[in-house]
């Protein structure tokens, strides 16, 4: 007669913390413990990327006023004071002139520590 004799993996549940017996590598308790683990993650990966996205459209509406009052250049003091996060973008690179060639979305410039200059909109035409 064999018996199959279970081992404690010597781990806890990543999700409540109780102590887990089974096969080894388990990480979860329950089937409910490891979809609430996996649905928290998720949910905090849609809260960052909502995040992200709303700085993204807060520095596309500051990037079309200056286009659309006919200027091509800001100072950063004056970008940061609208809520511009110089940060997020959608591209960066450097230009043939060694400054950072910066794109959000179909807005590219040239950043410099305290201004961006050459603020140009993409042309699709
Ligand atoms: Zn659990």
Do not use: W
Not at 70 to 89: C, H, I, N, V
Not at 100 to 111: A, G, V, Y
């Amino acid at each position: 007669m064999a018996y199959i004799i279970k081992k404690k993996s010597g781990g806890c549940c990543l999700q409540c913390g109780s102590a887990l017996s089974g096969r080894k590598g388990k990480k979860f308790c329950s089937l409910e413990c490891k979809n609430s683990y996996h649905n928290q993650i998720n949910h905090e990966i849609r809260l960052y990327r909502g995040a992200v996205m709303k700085k993204l459209a807060r520095n596309t509406e500051i990037l079309t006023s200056l286009i659309n009052d006919g200027r091509d250049s800001a100072k950063m003091d004056e970008l940061l004071g609208l809520g511009f996060d110089p940060y997020y973008l959608t591209s960066c690179s450097k230009s043939t002139t060694g400054h950072d060639l910066c794109c959000c979305f179909d807005f590219c410039f040239i950043r410099t520590r305290t201004r961006i200059f050459n603020l140009r909109r993409k042309s699709f035409k």
